[in-house]
């Protein structure tokens, strides 16, 4: 295999391979072509995603079991938002992505799954009522912001994480609103918190003291609703394009 310019496996369902990067031949004879798939999962996302309505993106962990506390809180929120005629965005797949597209679809909403092509661990969950496949991480962090107006993190992992900051800093540094950003479950951030704190702002100067009231911190699930319902009556959908999408 390694002899015709492939060596690792990225997705087992596609039977996609990555070349081998010391093979510039390929890619220069595939990049060009590439940039089709990419314009097509941007293409096929912004049509649908365009039409749902306002949304709001729930994170979280795929490892998230039904018995957990964390998975009935979203289930709870996302059903809430649902009332309320707000779409609900997840990551498609199982856990709390699950929890809160289950709880959207049966809130009478528009529950949206973005799910991507893993070689384990992803799944799509059958309660997206409005599901979309990506195989471009890239593509699908976009979904995540572009079409939102609040965010709400339940506990999660690595991916949970990089969405977190990849959305404060996109509020810090201007290119999005201030969407209200809410972390649900203080017990397991509070450590998050504290170190940014202690390190990134008081110690190093790295960040300063109005970045952490970007966010907000709760338990309760009426009030992670309540947050973002005051925010679309205080402020509505934006009414133009953020500046990171323009």
């Known amino acids: 295999m ?11 369902r596609s039977r996609d391979y990555a070349p081998d990067m010391s093979d510039t031949s390929f890619r220069m004879r595939e990049d060009p072509w590439r940039i089709f798939r990419i314009m097509s999962e941007f293409v096929d996302s912004f049509m649908t995603l365009s039409e749902v309505g306002p949304a709001v993106t729930i ?13 009935r809180a979203a289930h709870d929120i996302a059903k809430g938002l649902a009332k309320h005629n707000l779409v609900v965005i997840t990551g498609g797949g199982p856990g709390i992505m699950e929890a809160a597209n289950k709880g959207a679809a049966q809130g009478g909403g528009k529950s949206v799954g973005l799910n991507i092509e893993l070689p384990h ?3 799509g969950n ?19 912001v572009k079409y939102s107006l609040g965010f ?5 992992g690595y991916g949970t994480l990089d969405e977190f900051f990849e959305v404060v800093t996109l ?3 201007g290119r999005i ?4 950003i809410i972390l649900f479950g203080s017990e397991y951030w509070k450590g998050l918190v504290h ?13 300063s003291s109005g970045d952490l009231d970007l966010f907000k911190i709760t338990d309760d699930p009426a009030e992670a609703v309540r947050l973002i319902l005051d925010y679309e009556r205080r402020v509505g959908p934006p009414a133009m394009m953020s500046k990171a999408f323009a």
Request: hydrophobic share 40%.
């Open 152 to 156: 709400i993190y339940m506990p999660g």
């Open 171 to 173: 509020i810090q540094t």
């Open 59 to 71: 994170f979280g962990s795929a490892r998230t079991k039904s018995s957990d506390k964390y998975y």
């Open 121 to 123: 661990e992803q799944a």
């Open 195 to 207: 170190w940014m704190k202690a390190e990134m702002q008081d110690r190093h100067k790295h960040i």
């Open 126 to 144: 059958r309660f997206a009522n409005v599901p979309l496949h990506f195989h471009y991480f890239f593509a699908r962090k976009v979904c995540f």
């Open 177 to 180: 609103p201030q969407f209200p």
């Open 2 to 12: 390694a002899g015709l310019g492939f060596r690792v496996l990225v997705s087992f």
